[in-house]
């Protein structure tokens, strides 16, 4: 029998006694909060859950066990044949599962002092339960609010955790050549970004084409719009291909989806100190530079990349190096220094598409978005078909869109207008 309306009482025993290392003890009681109003997400529905315990033999108060768990979305019959379809939610269970197990247990020490991801302690096909990092003093940092060097320097230490346990699990492998997209090809094939007819992958960026349109027209007017809007397309398309594993830069496990909402921030005197990534929907196996490209233009402003990148793109590596030598391996025969500098250039530009197509999903007030989750109608509309009244309003209303929509485009109309995009120059990569 469930006791929150999806998990039974056997289940969560399950899940605490993973917490806790131990069978001896009587799950007492247990109370489920909602996330985000009515628990809803893009692509999950999310949920807090306190599990009390009494430990056997001890003389202790009971003790409460701090969960995080997610489900299939279920209030939105579009939302779950997405979920279908693209098989994301599968891919998710089986990394916080069994990948991210297989990769800890390559590490010496079982990965202690490298941790990308929060603990997991129960799945089943449809759901994921994890620790719950907010009792670790955790939190989001919202999608509007300014982030600094040292914001970024904690997540791409948490990414260099990441991709230095891919890195450790290939070198150290019995099998030679090991290849992870091998080992996991059910896990790491590409699953939302696909382009396929009748795909939701290709329609969710068609409907992000569409959006970059409406601003480019909006700012350059109709007659710039249609001397450019074939080259502009085309220059979004290539997103397909700068998702692939590469054969010319290294490849590791990447998160996939290196946005403000899936990565969780701990915070001491004010200052963030450690990032934790979440949300492992689009986990793919790309080289390092393609999670780094996609946050760093996916959360901070252009002076910002220009100042900062550099001096970041050198933080990874010496954390990811100092990995690779604590679990005996040279960095320079694994991934050298010019070829991953070489790999952050290339993945500029999955960077600058990528910002333009996400900007009309995660850049919008999201209290001018709620209508989109209100009805079937409203969220396929907007997800997968046509964003433009939102877009328009969002420009018109808010200054920080118009800002930041502004930015995205004109650095987009430079990369592939100004310079000449070349897709060739790209699938040669690939």
Not at 133 to 155: K, W
Not at 364 to 388: G, K, Q, T, W, Y
């Amino acid at each position: 029998m469930s006791i929150d309306g999806v998990l039974t009482r056997d289940e969560w025993v399950k899940a605490a006694k993973c917490y806790l290392g131990t069978c001896k003890f009587q799950l007492l009681d247990y109370t489920v909060k909602m996330l985000g109003g009515d628990g809803g997400g893009f692509l999950g529905e999310h949920r807090l859950v306190d599990v009390t315990v009494r430990l056997e033999g001890s003389n202790d108060p009971p003790r409460v066990l701090h969960f995080f768990y997610k489900t299939e979305p279920q209030a939105m019959p579009e939302q779950k044949d997405i979920i279908t379809q693209t098989g994301c939610f599968r891919k998710e269970v089986e990394a916080v599962d069994t990948l991210f197990a297989r990769l800890r247990a390559a590490l010496v020490d079982n990965g202690t002092g490298m941790e990308w991801s929060c603990k997991c302690y129960y799945t089943r096909p449809d759901v994921i339960v994890l620790e719950n990092l907010a009792i670790q003093g955790f939190r989001i940092i919202q999608n509007r609010d300014p982030i600094g060097f040292q914001h970024c320097a904690v997540v791409l230490k948490a990414l260099a955790n990441l991709h230095s346990a891919s890195l450790i699990f290939e070198e150290t492998h019995s099998k030679k050549p090991c290849r992870l997209d091998s080992e996991f090809k059910d896990v790491l094939a590409e699953g939302f970004f696909r382009y396929s007819p009748n795909h939701p992958g290709l329609a969710w960026l068609k409907a992000g084409i569409k959006g970059v349109w409406t601003l480019v027209d909006h700012l350059r007017g109709e007659d710039y719009l249609r001397r450019t809007k074939t080259k502009l397309e085309e220059a979004i398309l290539i997103f397909y291909e700068l998702e692939k594993p590469s054969k010319r830069f290294r490849n590791v496990v990447n998160q996939g989806d290196m946005w403000r909402n899936n990565i969780f921030f701990r915070f001491e005197d004010d200052k963030p100190v450690e990032a934790r990534l979440i949300d492992f929907q689009l986990v793919r196996y790309a080289p390092p530079a393609n999670d780094i490209s996609c946050f760093l233009y996916l959360s901070t402003r252009r002076e910002f990349r220009k100042e900062y990148s550099q001096k970041l793109y050198a933080l990874y590596y010496d954390h990811l190096s100092d990995n690779l030598k604590r679990n005996g391996l040279d960095p320079e025969k694994v991934l050298p220094w010019e070829e991953f500098k070489a790999s952050c250039e290339f993945y500029k530009m999955l960077g600058v598409v990528a910002s333009a197509a996400y900007s009309s999903v995660i850049f919008p007030n999201a209290a001018d978005m709620s209508h989109v989750f209100a009805s079937s109608e409203e969220f396929n509309r907007f997800l997968l078909h046509e964003r433009s009244p939102e877009i328009l309003q969002a420009f018109k209303n808010d200054d920080f869109y118009r800002g930041k929509a502004t930015e995205i485009i004109e650095e987009f109309i430079e990369e592939c207008i100004d310079k000449k995009f070349d897709k060739n120059f790209y699938l040669s990569y690939f």
